[in-house]
Each structure stands twice: as structure tokens, then as C-alpha cells.
């Protein structure tokens, strides 16, 4: 059902020609059908992944541990970014899958790094990691966001993080804060979070991984920071960095007590 309405909706999308106003409040309607989310594909093709054995230990991600357990999905994603004794670091849903990757298929991570997201200009497929995080924080949904802070280097990923979003560098001198810091901010069409609104916090961070329409893919939290760093003329951050998880961490603290709402679908 779910999926013979994402394929109504891709199509609706495809004929929409240039966005005049009306174009626009049609668009946001259909974005606003949960079920008409084409992510329910991505999630439907993680789940097989999540499943299938691969890579040179021939085994399935089935015993992952994403922190409460292993194999245990429902609610995990609720309480990342959290320490793990394993690794002895702080991680993020998609650093813990690249763990997990490695650790129990034995795949290679430098590999597995070299193409993180699909590029929607060459019209590729999803890739691995993409359609496993939207299909394992999916599991979360309708939770609230509660990450544990008690161990110390949660504390401290927390505390990196925040001094990250503050930081100006670059060619611009831009920090996070310079975009991201009050209401009604928007760049073109897109309204710009604001940081200091628990509320815009919440329902941001509840929404990702996102089906991006403009990508024509699903988008995850990593590829935001990502994006946002290019935003910034700042050269790419690594995919699952001690960086890009302190500030996943951070923005995800601020989001304390939002419930989670994925898949999102965003423009
Ligand atoms: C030059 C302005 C700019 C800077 C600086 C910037 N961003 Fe963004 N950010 C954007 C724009 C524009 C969007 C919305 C993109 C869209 O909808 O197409 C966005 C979106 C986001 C979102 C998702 C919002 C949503 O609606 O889902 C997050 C989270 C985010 N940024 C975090 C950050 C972080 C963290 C940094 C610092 C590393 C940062 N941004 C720096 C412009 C910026």
C-alpha cells in the first residue's frame, strides 16, 4: 500500500512543472502524506540489507548493537549518539553501522567510506549506509529523543560539539551559529533552523534520515553535516568524524524530549 502510493507521489512530483504558488501548496500537501513517503522504499531495500549476509565473514548486521543490545532496533536510535565500551567512543547512528560493518562482516571501512551518499545529479542508486540508517531509526519512531549524557565523554562530545557550531572559519568566517541562530532566517525558499528554539530543534532533528525531493533520494544526518560544511566553504567533513558526531550529539541534546518522526520528507 505504502509503496504503491510513494510511487503516486514520486510521479505527481515528476509532472509538477516549474513551482508557481499554487505549485507550491500542492507540494507541500503531498509532503505533508506520511504514507506517500517514497523513504518507505529505502526502508523496505535496508531491511533486506540489514539481513543479508555479506562481506568476508559471510554474516548478516542482525546482531549489531546499537547500544541496547545486540540486534535490538526498537528504541535504539532514540538514545544515539551514547558512549560504546567496544570502540571506547562516542557514535552516531551511521559510525555505529560503519562498526558494525567492520566488525561483524569484515568489511573493509575505507571502502565502505568512499562513497557514503549517492549523488542524485548521476541519477545513482542509494547506497548501503543510506538506506540502513533510515530503515533502523525508523524503528524509533513515535519515541522521544533521549540521549544518555552520564558517561564522561558523552559530556565531553557534547561540550566539542557546541564549540563547533560556534566556531568561524573558513573563506566565509561562518560558524553554524551564523545561519542557524534566529527565527525566520531562510536562504531563497528554505527556512533556516534556529538553534535557540527548542521547538524548530525538535521537529528538525525528528525528521532525519529525510526523503529529500530536490535529491531525489533519502538524506541522512551525517549528509546534513556534510552539506552544511560545503555551505560553509569548508572542506568535507569525514563521514562518521569525532566532529560530525559532536555535533549531532549537541543539536540532538537540544532536541531533548522531541518525538521521533522518521522518515521525514523534506524539499
Ligand atoms: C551559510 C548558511 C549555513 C551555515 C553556515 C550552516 N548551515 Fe545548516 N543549513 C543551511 C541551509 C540553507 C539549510 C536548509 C537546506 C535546505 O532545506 O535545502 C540547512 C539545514 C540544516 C539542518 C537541517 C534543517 C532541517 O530543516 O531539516 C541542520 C541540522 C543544519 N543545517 C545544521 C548545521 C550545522 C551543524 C552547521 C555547522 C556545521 C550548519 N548547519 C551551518 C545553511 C547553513
Redesign the pocket.
Known amino acids: 500500500m505504502r509503496l504503491k502510493l510513494a510511487c503516486t507521489a514520486l510521479l505527481a512530483f515528476a509532472q509538477m512543472p516549474a513551482f508557481g504558488q499554487a505549485n507550491v501548496d500542492e507540494y507541500r500537501a503531498l509532503l505533508a502524506d506520511k504514507d506517500a513517503n517514497p523513504a518507505f522504499l529505502w526502508i523496505a531495500r535496508g531491511e533486506e540489507l540489514f539481513k543479508r549476509k555479506a562481506g568476508p565473514k559471510n554474516a548478516s548486521l542482525e546482531r549489531c548493537d546499537f547500544g541496547l543490545g545486540p540486534g535490538v532496533l526498537k528504541g535504539a536510535y532514540a538514545q544515539l549518539p551514547r558512549y560504546f565500551a567496544d570502540t571506547g567512543r562516542v557514535q552516531d547512528l551511521e559510525s555505529r553501522l560503519l562498526t558494525c560493518m567492520v566488525e561483524l562482516q569484515g568489511r573493509d571501512i575505507a571502502e565502505i567510506k568512499r562513497k557514503p551518499y549517492s549523488d542524485q545529479r548521476r541519477n545513482e542508486n542509494p547506497t548501503e549506509l543510506e538506506m540502513l540508517a533510515v530503515f533502523v531509526a525508523e524503528k524509533s519512531t513515535g519515541m522521544r529523543f533521549a540521549m544518555p549524557t552520564a558517561h564522561p565523554l558523552e559530556q565531553e562530545s557534547l561540550k566539542v560539539g557546541e564549540a563547533?557550531?560556534y566556531r568561524r572559519w573558513g573563506l566565509m568566517d561562518?560558524?553554524?551559529s551564523?545561519?542557524?541562530n534566529e527565527s525566520g532566517k531562510r536562504?531563497r525558499l528554505?527556512s533556516?533552523?534556529n538553534k535557540n528554539d527548542v521547538k524548530d530543534v525538535q521537529s528538525?532533528m525528528a525528521?532525519?534520515p529525510?526523503y529529500r525531493v530536490s535529491h531525489g533520494t533519502v538524506r541522512t544526518m551525517q549528509h546534513?553535516?556534510w552539506d552544511?560544511?560545503w555551505?560553509?566553504r569548508l572542506p568535507d567533513i569525514d563521514y562518521g568524524s569525532p566532529a560530525s558526531v559532536a555535533?549531532i550529539a549537541y543539536?540532538t541534546r537540544r532536541a531533548e524530549g522531541g518525538v521521533i518522526d522518521v522518515p521525514g520528507i523534506?524539499?
Request: a positive charge; hydrophobic letters at 45%; proline letters at 0%.
Open positions: 563547533l557550531f561562518f560558524s553554524c551564523t545561519c542557524h536562504i528554505q533556516l533552523m528538525v525528521t532525519w529525510t546534513r553535516m552544511c560544511h555551505q560553509m555535533l543539536l523534506k524539499r
